[in-house]
């Protein structure tokens, strides 16, 4: 059974770091694709990074707009983890962050929900002014 496990979330004063963590487990991942995704109170999730790995040392992400430069998304196989470096937070960065993993085939960068299988439950973000 596949579980992905999410933590590292809290309460941060603006401009200051966090660095989320999501531990996978039930397979092996090193070939998925594996994202971040939030969701603010009254507001749809959205996407926020994804990675691939595509062998040996080489690794492709994508970032959306509103955190592009301030988070970077980076991945242990080994350990079967992703991890999220936020820095630079602001107030708009407050959300609950959830870890997904595409168990699909793919090859492309995917951002939307639906592309992925399996969610964390999780963690809460809250960025104050």
């Known amino acids: 059974q596949v579980q992905l496990v999410e933590s590292g979330g809290g309460l941060v004063q603006a401009g200051g770091s966090l660095t989320l963590s999501c531990a996978a487990s039930?397979?092996?991942?090193?070939?998925?694709?594996m994202g971040w995704f939030r969701q603010a109170p009254g507001k749809e999730r959205e996407f926020v990074a994804t990675?691939?790995?595509?062998?040996?040392?080489?690794?492709?992400?994508y970032y959306a707009d509103s955190v592009k430069g301030r988070f970077t998304i980076s991945r242990d196989n080994a350990k079967n983890t992703v991890y999220l470096q936020m820095n630079i937070l602001k107030p708009e960065d407050t959300a609950v962050y959830y870890c997904?993993?595409?168990?699909?085939?793919?090859?492309?960068?995917?951002?939307?929900?639906?592309?992925?299988?399996?969610w964390g439950q999780g963690t809460q973000v809250t960025v104050s002014s």
């Open positions: 997904a993993v595409r168990g699909r085939i793919g090859t492309l960068y995917y951002t939307r929900s639906n592309e992925y299988d399996y």
């Open positions: 039930g397979r092996t991942f090193s070939t998925d694709v």
């Open positions: 990675i691939r790995w595509s062998g040996g040392s080489i690794y492709y992400t």
